[in-house]
């Protein structure tokens, strides 16, 4: 098997070569390395790592093949490596979480997630770029440069998390963390061909992801395939004393829902206000394919009415900036990060502070840091931020409703495709309409599952279908994702991704 | 420095009517902090009690510390508060360096404890039913020292330490609601209800008290209005004042000054104020409106805190005793007179005496000590006669010298001195000092000859019958002997080598 071949494997099947000796996890964490050497960097590259931890990976990965020599038992995904969004406070590399203000901070402490990452053993290949502090849905708010979508250049990845998407889309790595806080892992995973999913709330522990918003944010995974998802689910999930909003639940029977392979008898609910306007011709048409394969699988597919979810996008952009607004207030350069001071007048507290945050933070999170200070000022805060958690609850019932007639839920992941760098950087609102159908569930705190349901006619770019189950029913999830999954490869002959142009080389570029 | 112009208390007295409100901040002692796991402790080197979390760095999350809720509703139950079977926390916002995240977790609109009261006794047994509008949890902010200016403030300052190890410590914030019809006993009351506190949480073993380490400080709320008229005054909030002797003194001062400002027909500027012990005075702090904006809501990293009725009955069961049944018991054991125990009281010494008395001295001569020798000492020195350094073993240690003969009263309050100064234990000190009793009966019968040769006539008195008259030889031993000798036992040789029955 060449190295090409071996990175376009699922993480299921490096596991397995790894676990029966044909590779090494050397071998494989080399392998992605020279990928990402080869596209990631330059002015045409895919630009999803902000940062590569090539000496760390390479020896992790040569202490799991010593340990595998020895005959030590290992967990499932001991030396295949991931990517770490760089939202995620890593021990060793640098965190940015995207922003100038955070430029070369290191952490003195690993994130939940990542103790779990060390103790199953899989190399960290590096930390993966974003919209800044996780605002926006096209990784263009990124303080070091946007994400490049594989499928097209010119085009975004998504965003939040297009770094972590693009890096798994381009064989730079087959898993990474993301953080979804209202569509961050799942509209990347849309517009970029590949999986991704946000968990219950609290079924991951948030402890060491720089929050956004608190009630909203959650950590999950990114990969090719669901069951890929499913089994990184399962290592980073499970309840954190560290973390007061973490379920007790534990976490697994993940990817044995993904591998049961059949969905026989369930009941799936079309959301009747998340398609139809709105939403590209070609992102509908491959929506209604699956659907229809979904239904030939022997699923019962039904309609259901969440009329409050018109309102949850405005609702959103009220609690998310007003909780952010609070949580980045600590970015002051006092403590930590960079401190710029006050080119002229007096250096007091507050001006250094100001002038601190006046540089270090980029337009759009000063944009939602305006916004949430508005939204919780005496006099606003009842008509704003009390309305808003007003028009969550009304979103929980319409799920709770419609969880009472079906046991998932079904729409389009993005109503569009991916759009070109720059076409809506100076639009905020069109910008934010990206995440209109991946917000409820943020609002609601239940699981949701994006994976790719095939290429628009109009533009041959991946369209995402999204799952939604009940809170701490994400097995359901991977449950239906697997199936249509399959159903959807045996109809193109193979991963979606196959489909993908190949990328050019950009490493003689950068060398020159 | 701008000096306030004050009035005389007994003419603000006739012209105004004072108006209360208090703020008493808690230090839990719980080992550690409110919501992360680093040591709460005081007095270690600064930032060094801390850890991720209590700095504020990007991605921590807060875990409520259960200590701390339990010993809040310990203090609620203590105060008669119901307990709220729900409760929250909030952020209130505020960019200020001495809180790492820029905002303090707090309780906003749902306090763990609320609707209590508590019945404090002055010294002449007049009782004020004060009564507890909250008593909530929140975290301590970071301490700052502002360096290079001449007041301390920030202001003028050229840069400023920053010490996170209080950061985080868990507090309980206990809010009287007004106090009315406390007329000319506010600063008395002000004082009592402080102390009562203090020894509410003492009792409890919730906290340190220690005032002078910050376990407890109040924010006093003082307004003035005419006699007669029910619309408050405007209030001015003295803040940290960290003795029960300034507490009294601060809201002296600013009913005085309140009045002064008053009267010239300038109003009351709503606004905090710093304390000074050393001018025992106030000054202008920063502007406190009603409409300050601290942006609070509900804290989204935290889960509420659910208190179940088995839960609450469990934690009342471990109530100690309340102190005033404490005060019952304790005068009926040391057999005090009202007045005694009233004094001892006042002079919060109730739990040093108890100590002392506990540690083997008498109730008598824990007393005499307490509020003799070290309560004189102590006001001289300026500060709480507990404060002055003195432990109940040194006081027993005395006692014990004495009553073995060793030394005699005089001779006592010596060894006090040096004990406070350092010297070490009194045996010590009796030791490097030579304070010991001249009891070799040679010395003294040499000392008695010169001084009956000294003073015939006096000798030739006490020979023929006037043993009154012995006094004076006693007193020229004494001379002599420069008070180190035992004053029984100069009378007895005297009247021996006189030939005269005692």
Request: glycine share 10%; hydrophobic share 40%.
């Amino acid at each position: 098997m060449t190295a090409n071949e071996l990175i376009r494997s699922s993480a299921a099947e490096m596991a397995a070569k790894l676990a029966a000796g044909e590779i090494t996890s050397v071998e494989l964490v080399q392998a992605h390395l020279d990928r990402i050497a080869a596209v990631d960097h330059g002015e045409r590259g895919v630009n999803a790592f902000l940062y590569v931890n090539t000496e760390e990976a390479l020896a992790v990965a040569a202490d799991v093949d010593a340990r595998r020599a020895a005959g030590e038992e290992l967990h499932e995904l001991a030396g295949v490596p991931i990517a770490i969004k760089d939202l995620i406070v890593t021990k060793g590399q640098p965190t940015t979480a995207g922003s100038k203000i955070l430029e070369g901070w290191m952490s003195p402490y690993d994130a939940t997630v990542i103790k779990k990452i060390r103790a199953a053993r899989m190399p960290m290949l590096g930390k993966t770029n974003l919209d800044e502090f996780a605002m926006g849905s096209s990784t263009e708010h990124s303080a070091y440069g946007p994400t490049r979508n594989p499928w097209d250049l010119d085009r975004i990845p998504g965003g939040s998390g297009g770094g972590s998407a693009a890096a798994v889309a381009a064989f730079e790595a087959p898993l990474a963390l993301g953080t979804d806080t209202g569509g961050s892992i799942r509209q990347p995973g849309a517009v970029t061909g590949t999986v991704g999913v946000k968990p219950t709330y609290g079924a991951v522990s948030r402890y060491g992801a720089i929050a956004m918003a608190s009630s909203l944010d959650q950590i999950g995974p990114v990969s090719r395939t669901v069951l890929d998802s499913a089994l990184l689910q399962e290592v980073i999930g499970g309840h954190d004393p560290q973390d007061s909003t973490s379920l007790t639940d534990a976490s697994t029977g993940l990817a044995a829902a993904a591998r049961l392979g059949n969905v026989k008898g369930m009941k799936i609910g079309i959301i009747k206000e998340l398609h139809g306007e709105g939403y590209q011709t070609g992102v509908e048409n491959r929506f209604n394919e699956s659907l229809e394969l979904l239904r030939g699988a022997g699923a019962e597919i039904v309609e259901v009415s969440c009329p409050n979810f018109g309102y949850a996008l405005g609702a959103y952009y009220l609690i998310m900036p007003s909780e952010a607004s609070s949580n980045l207030a600590k970015f002051d350069g006092v403590r930590f990060g960079a401190r710029t001071l006050p080119t002229e007048g007096p250096l007091t507290i507050e001006r250094v502070m100001g002038a601190t945050r006046a540089a270090g933070f980029g337009d759009e999170v000063k944009r939602r840091i305006i916004l949430g200070t508005y939204a919780l000022s005496a006099g606003y805060y009842d008509a704003y931020y009390g309305s808003a958690q007003k028009v969550r609850t009304l979103i929980q019932r319409d799920f709770a409703a419609a969880f009472e007639q079906v046991d998932v839920l079904i729409s389009p992941t993005s109503p569009v495709t991916a759009f070109k760098l720059g076409e809506k950087l100076d639009d905020p609102l069109a910008m934010y309409l990206n995440d209109v159908a991946t917000i409820p569930a943020n609002m609601a705190g239940v699981p949701g599952l994006t994976l790719p349901g095939g290429l628009a006619d109009e533009d041959g770019l991946p369209v995402g279908i999204q799952l939604l189950a009940p809170a701490r029913e994400d097995a359901r999830l991977y449950r239906v994702g697997a199936v249509l999954e399959s159903l959807l490869e045996a109809q193109w002959g193979g991963p979606i991704l196959d489909q993908a142009p190949a990328l050019a080389s950009t490493a003689a570029e950068e060398a020159n | 420095m701008h000096v306030d112009t004050i009035l005389s208390f007994d003419e603000a007295m006739e012209k105004y009517d004072p108006v209360l409100g208090f703020e008493v901040h808690v230090e839990l002692n719980t080992k550690t902090k409110m919501f992360s796991s680093a040591p709460n402790a005081f007095g270690d080197a600064p930032n060094t009690n801390v850890n991720e979390v209590c700095l504020g760095l990007p991605g921590v999350l807060p875990v409520v510390n259960k200590k701390a809720v339990e010993s809040s509703i310990l203090i609620g139950l203590a105060l008669n508060c119901k307990i709220a079977p729900h409760s929250t926390f909030a952020r209130k916002q505020y960019f200020y360096p001495d809180t790492p995240k820029n905002f303090q977790t707090s309780q906003y609109d749902d306090p763990i404890c609320y609707d209590g009261w508590i019945d404090i006794e002055l010294e002449d047994g007049t009782v004020f039913h004060v009564e507890i509008e909250r008593a909530h949890m929140e975290e301590d902010a970071g301490k700052l020292t502002h360096m290079g200016g001449s007041t301390g403030r920030i202001q003028g300052a050229d840069f400023s330490l920053v010490d996170y190890n209080r950061s985080g410590v868990p507090l309980v914030e206990i809010v009287t609601k007004t106090i009315e019809g406390a007329g000319s006993r506010a600063p008395e009351l002000a004082k009592a209800y402080v102390a009562a506190i203090r020894e509410i949480v003492k009792n409890l073993g919730v906290s340190e008290a220690k005032m002078e380490h910050g376990n407890v400080r109040c924010d006093a709320n003082v307004s003035l209005r005419p006699h007669g008229r029910e619309k408050f005054g405007t209030r001015t909030e003295t803040k940290n004042v960290n003795s029960l002797r300034a507490v009294e003194n601060a809201v002296k001062f600013e009913i005085q000054r309140h009045a002064a400002v008053l009267d010239s027909g300038v109003a009351i500027t709503q606004e905090t104020r710093h304390w000074h012990e050393d001018t025992k005075s106030t000054t202008s702090g920063r502007p406190k409106s009603d409409a300050d904006d601290y942006r609070y809501f509900p804290e989204p990293d935290l889960v509420p805190i659910v208190t179940t009725p088995e839960w609450v009955e469990e934690l009342r069961s471990r109530l100690p005793e309340p102190p005033a049944e404490r005060r019952k018991r304790l005068q009926a054991d040391w057999g005090y007179t009202d007045l005694e125990f009233r004094d001892v009281v006042n002079a919060g010494l109730m739990d040093e005496i108890e100590e002392t008395v506990a540690a083997g001295a008498s109730a008598a001569a824990a007393r005499k000590w307490w509020m003799g020798e070290i309560a004189r000492r102590a006001k001289l020195a300026d500060v709480d006669p507990a404060a002055l350094g003195v432990s109940p073993a040194v006081v027993v240690e005395i006692e014990k010298l004495i009553a073995s003969g060793a030394i005699n009263d005089k001779l006592a309050r010596k060894v006090l001195d040096g004990v406070l100064e350092g010297e070490g234990t009194p045996a010590e000190v009796v030791a490097k000092r030579g304070l010991a009793v001249v009891s070799d009966d040679g010395a003294l019968q040499t000392a008695i000859d010169e001084a009956l040769a000294a003073q015939p006539d006096v000798a030739e008195k006490i020979r023929g019958g006037k043993v009154q008259a012995v006094g004076a030889i006693v007193g020229g031993v004494m001379k002599v002997t420069r008070g180190q000798a035992d004053a029984g036992r100069v009378r007895e040789l005297i009247l021996k080598t006189l030939g005269v029955e005692g």
